[in-house]
């Protein structure tokens, strides 16, 4: 069984930067992927960035510029560093793993098997 912990939210101010982090513990596989979600109030559960072991990286078109993901694989974590925030942006954010994701799927919810609890990221005019 695999856990995550998201940790990094909070209250900001449009423009501020941000920068969450999700640590995985238990039993992980050495090859998984990790990538954020967010779940705005009244919408769908979006993807927003997600990572592979190797390091690449993939993300959502409208997160290009302003979010950035990456990951320690000695300490099974990942980040997502959010610069230039908007009130759209506030969400709650989850991350998720995948111990295989298949080309061309990172952005899918079905490719991710264990999810956190989400963190709460509310941005201010």
């Known amino acids: 069984q695999v856990q995550l912990a998201e940790s990094g939210g909070g209250l900001v101010q449009a423009g501020d930067s941000l920068r969450l982090s999700c640590a995985a513990s238990?039993?992980?596989?050495?090859?998984?992927?990790m990538g954020w979600f967010r779940q705005a109030p009244g919408k769908e559960r979006e993807f927003v960035a997600g990572?592979?072991?190797?390091?690449?990286?993939t993300y959502a078109d409208s997160m290009k510029g302003r979010f950035s993901i990456s990951r320690d694989n000695t300490k099974d974590t990942i980040y997502l560093q959010m610069n230039s925030l908007k009130t759209d942006d506030t969400a709650v954010y989850y991350c998720?793993?995948?111990?295989?994701?298949?080309?061309?799927?990172?952005?899918?919810?079905?490719?991710?098997?264990?999810w956190g609890q989400g963190t709460q990221v509310t941005v201010s005019s």
């Open positions: 998720a793993l995948g111990e295989t994701v298949p080309l061309g799927t990172m952005s899918r919810e079905a490719s991710y098997r264990y």
């Open positions: 238990g039993r992980t596989f050495r090859t998984y992927a």
């Open positions: 990572i592979r072991w190797s390091g690449s990286t």
